[in-house]
């Protein structure tokens, strides 16, 4: 994958990239892939949303409760099996492909937004 075309910085603004704090992590059935769905507290503005994410190899779901993550929150809800993901999680993959998600080095307050 190279270099992505040149945008606009107005572009950039439309995709709401928030951060937040996993409130509940439990281990996704039922899915082509393994994947963790996750519900990710973006504070009042944005509210408790839930993401379906194919991190199984890097994170347990036990250990991400508390974490903050990086995500997407203006797509509209895509569905995955039963999931209903409303949020994009971010993260870029290691050198395997695997997940590494986003996280801040150090705690914002949750809704904060990218900039």
């Given at each position: 994958m190279g270099e992505a075309p040149r945008i606009a910085f107005d572009d950039f603004l439309k995709v709401d990239i928030r951060v937040g704090t996993i409130v509940a992590a439990e281990t996704a059935t039922g899915l082509r892939k393994p994947a963790i769905r996750l519900e990710i507290d973006f504070g009042p503005e944005v509210g408790v949303k839930a993401s379906s994410?194919?991190?199984t190899r890097h994170y347990a779901p036990a250990g991400l409760i508390g974490r903050q993550v990086a995500a997407v929150v203006n797509f509209p809800p895509r569905q995955i099996g039963k999931i209903s993901s409303e949020v994009l999680t971010l993260g870029f993959a290691d050198a395997a492909g695997?997940?590494?998600?986003i996280m801040p080095e150090r705690r914002v307050p949750n809704g904060s937004?990218?900039?």
């Open positions: 994410a194919q991190i695997d997940v590494v998600l937004r990218l900039f």
